[in-house]
């Protein structure tokens, strides 16, 4: 067995013995690779924002594409709408990746969250052997008692001109009492046959990787590499009434049918169909 990184030898590191640390140097080995994405992978014992770090990096200095920051905790983690995320130590993956799709138009680019929600979703399926389904534009859910809940997020931020930041956060080991609201999941409580981080996030950091690479060879087009497809059928928002919340405090309701070639959620509504691009979703009735 391959030893733990020195760094992560702390005092408080084997205080919940379900919750080891990561092994940096085993995760490393498995996935920083001459031929491959990922240039560079570390892992640090706490931080606010894996996210906050990476685009302040990038703007400091160059960045390889490919560099990977991950957090044992994440105190002030964000998602959209720049919403708290919080978990106990080691009880997630707080993850954090630099892409640079030079060659792939600026306008396909927001297909990139759509993109890491296919990703994380098909990694999580072979490793944890949970189905995670994917609400639009950025939750992973998990079915907990039989009721639908959000166990991760993604957050897409721009670095630089050349350069975005997607970061993911996902609950794995949460249990019960450790959740910040009820409506809260995990893969622990969702039933996974397996919550050791380790396999977890190779399986999900090398999902990542094909996606990403069959995005850039069809030069972002979302139906060229299947993406859209694929996003369309791990997609649990589609076929159901909804309520999409809109900047300037508008709302609309219907029924979502679509998402469109520019990763747009189309809602039918009793005026017509109409596309939108950004805003909180609400699933108003089972699938």
């Known amino acids: 067995m391959t030893p733990r990184d020195a760094a992560d030898d702390n ?18 080995r498995a996935l920083v690779r001459e031929d491959g994405l990922w240039s560079e992978l570390e892992v640090v014992q706490r931080t606010g924002s894996t996210n906050n770090d990476l685009v302040a990096r990038a703007a400091a200095g160059p960045v390889a594409e490919g560099t990977v920051l991950v957090a044992e905790e994440q105190t002030t983690g964000k998602g959209r709408l720049d919403r708290r995320w919080s978990a106990p130590p080691r009880s ?22 759509l993109l890491t929600g ?48 997607i970061g993911f956060g996902l609950n794995v080991s949460l249990r019960a009492e450790e959740l910040p609201v009820a409506r809260a999941g995990s893969l622990l409580l969702a039933g996974a046959v397996n919550t050791d981080r380790d396999p977890l996030l190779r399986a999900v950091l090398r999902s990542l990787e094909d996606w990403y690479g ?28 909804v309520r999409a919340e809109l900047p300037g405090d508008r709302a609309l309701t219907g029924e979502a049918v679509a998402v469109d070639g520019d990763g747009r959620l189309v809602i039918a509504t009793a005026k017509g169909v109409q596309p939108v691009g950004a805003g909180d979703i609400v699933h108003l009735r089972p699938a």
């Open 11 to 28: 005092s408080g590191r084997w205080s919940d013995l379900d919750r080891p640390p990561l092994n940096a140097t085993a995760l490393r």
């Open 118 to 165: 296919v990703a994380v979703a098909t990694g999580l399926a072979r490793a944890a052997g949970v189905d995670t389904a994917l609400k639009w534009p950025n939750d992973l859910l998990v079915t907990v008692d039989g009721e639908e809940r959000k166990a991760g997020g993604i957050l897409l931020e721009r670095a630089g001109e050349d350069g975005v930041v």
């Open 214 to 241: 069959r995005w850039r060879a069809a030069l972002g087009d979302p139906a060229e590499c299947g993406l859209q497809e694929a996003y369309a059928a791990g997609c649990a928002t589609l076929g159901r009434t």
């Open 92 to 113: 997630g993956l707080f993850v954090s990746v630099l892409l640079r799709p030079a060659e792939v138009p600026v306008h396909h680019w927001g297909w990139l969250p």
